[in-house]
């Protein structure tokens, strides 16, 4: 199933998110992808902390590809963006974004499945959710 939810969470860059050179390591944008990603879904109500104890899933990264254009720096206030490209029975695909005003700063797509908490294999995302993001 196609969808085109889209998220936008603002992030300020701590001196903790930097380089010796006083922009973001390339780590850490991956950390602003995840705040976005679950800020999304509470947004929509659901908190992952209850989606493990009531319905025993938890959320993993998947795989992902991660393009970086231009620097954030130290202090700068920044966008982190979550569209989903792709929902399916057990995974999700997002297409992020980090920008500064009008530039495009990084870009990717997070590939996100759905496991059971307890084997850690595969299963169903919670009908609620996939209710709520084809809506």
């Given at each position: 199933m196609q969808s085109v939810k889209e998220f936008s969470w603002p992030v300020r860059v701590y001196y903790e998110d930097t380089d010796a050179g006083g922009v973001v390591f390339y780590a850490n944008y991956l950390k602003f992808f995840e705040r976005a990603r679950t800020e999304m879904l509470r947004s929509y109500g659901f908190e992952q902390d209850r989606l493990l104890e009531q319905d025993n899933v938890i959320f993993v990264v998947r795989s992902v590809t991660i393009d970086y254009l231009k620097p954030a720096r130290f202090n700068e206030q920044v966008l982190v963006n979550a569209k989903i490209i792709e929902n399916k029975k057990t995974t999700l695909t997002f297409e992020q974004t980090v920008t500064r005003q009008h530039d495009l700063l990084c870009s990717g797509k997070v590939r996100i499945a759905c496991l059971d908490?307890?084997?850690?294999?595969?299963?169903?995302?919670?009908v609620a959710i996939l209710e709520q993001l084809n809506q």
């Open positions: 908490a307890q084997s850690m294999k595969p299963t169903l995302i919670p």
